[in-house]
């Protein structure tokens, strides 16, 4: 049974940086897609970056491009997302999800498994 568990969110004033971690299980992750989203109340879940956990393909939305750097750590198992130069509308709670296919996709419906999520706040 595969089980994502986050961590590493919190509150950080605007231009300031925080590093998410996800923790995943179960599997071996190999021929796997994670990804990382995001949602706000009222809105929906939104795709922030994903990687391929082979290879290490990655892809980001545009918001976050040259801010935010995915990675992953094939002995500890894990999935990590740099933030850096946070804004306020990067509030909201952070998801990391796994998909059991080789490319990457950037819909939420395209990822199997999700964690339980982390909140983000950023002040401004």
């Known amino acids: 049974q595969v089980q994502l568990v986050e961590s590493g969110g919190g509150l950080v004033q605007a231009g300031g940086s925080l590093r998410l971690s996800c923790a995943a299980s179960g599997r071996t992750f190999s021929n796997y897609v994670m990804g990382w989203f995001r949602q706000t109340p009222g809105k929906e879940r939104e795709f922030v970056a994903a990687l391929r956990w082979s290879g290490g393909t990655t892809e980001y939305a545009d918001s976050v491009k040259g801010r935010f750097f995915i990675s992953r750590d094939n002995a500890k198992k894990t999935v990590s997302l740099q933030m850096n130069s946070l804004k306020p509308e990067d509030t909201g709670v952070y998801y990391c999800?796994?998909?059991?296919?080789?490319?990457?996709?950037?819909?939420?419906?395209?990822?199997?498994?999700w964690g339980q999520g982390t909140q983000v706040t950023v002040s401004s």
């Open positions: 999800a796994a998909r059991s296919r080789t490319y990457i996709a950037t819909q939420v419906y395209d990822y199997d498994y």
